[in-house]
T-cell receptor, first 116, second 116 residues
């Protein structure tokens, strides 16, 4: 069965510093996608970054990068130069095309607090 | 980018009544829509997967008769909470997959349901 694990309920980071949010996953699928979403207090789910299981290079999107280690089944999110507006809940998610028919499952989330 | 809307954004209803939440894909055709439920400070829990023109597939533990899902067209899915009770109070989020882009998933802004 597919599973996403986020072991950090909360993280603090100083403004302008980098922070890594951990995510490990478990799946029997060979083809799958890994995602990170940001959820501010408004509740809206904001897509941040995507990594395909066959992508050899780590995905990057502006200040966001995904440290993909397939053998270890980890997909950590790195936020560089943190900003106060980065304070939010962050969810790691996974979807596979075969098992579960395109369902996306989410980790428990990590709440990030950026300090001024 | 693709937009998914939800209506209403907030709803308060009395115990025993039914409430309908609409989810629309505004500029794309959504072959599949998903309904999630999120409790405060918790992760998104998938309730059901809805494919256009067919019956929804519910996750284990989700009451089909309480949470009625209809996906009548490629741009509209509805979730009806029947005979609502205070424990049904939650944040409900829909999301949709753009036809042809299996890994693109777009989320609605969510609906906060309060049952008094």
């Amino acid at each position: 069965a597919q599973k996403i694990t986020q072991t950090q309920p909360g993280m603090f980071v100083q403004e302008k510093e980098a922070v890594t949010l951990d995510c490990t996953y478990d799946t029997s699928d060979q083809s799958y996608g890994l995602f990170w979403y940001k959820q501010p207090s408004s509740g809206e789910m904001i897509f941040l970054i995507y990594q395909g299981s066959y992508d050899e290079q780590n995905a990057t999107e502006g200040r966001y990068s995904l440290n993909f280690q397939k053998a270890r089944k980890s997909a950590n999110l790195v936020i560089s130069a943190s900003q106060l507006g980065d304070s939010a809940m962050y969810f790691c998610a996974m979807r596979g095309p075969y098992t579960g028919g395109f369902k996306t499952i989410f980790g428990a989330g990590t709440r990030l607090f950026v300090k001024a | 980018g693709a937009v998914v809307s939800q209506h209403p954004s907030r709803v308060i209803c009395k115990s025993g009544t039914s409430v309908k939440i609409e989810c629309r894909s505004l500029d794309f055709q959504a072959t599949t829509m998903f309904w999630y439920r999120q409790f405060p400070k918790k992760s998104l829990m998938l309730m059901a997967t809805s494919n256009e023109g067919s019956k929804a597939t519910y996750e284990q533990g989700v009451e089909k008769d309480k949470f009625l899902i209809n996906h009548a067209s490629l741009t509209l899915s509805t979730l009806t909470v029947t005979s609502a009770h205070p424990e049904d109070s939650s944040f409900y989020i829909c999301s949709a997959i753009d036809r042809g882009y299996a890994y693109e998933q777009y989320f609605g802004p969510g609906t906060r349901l309060t049952v008094t």
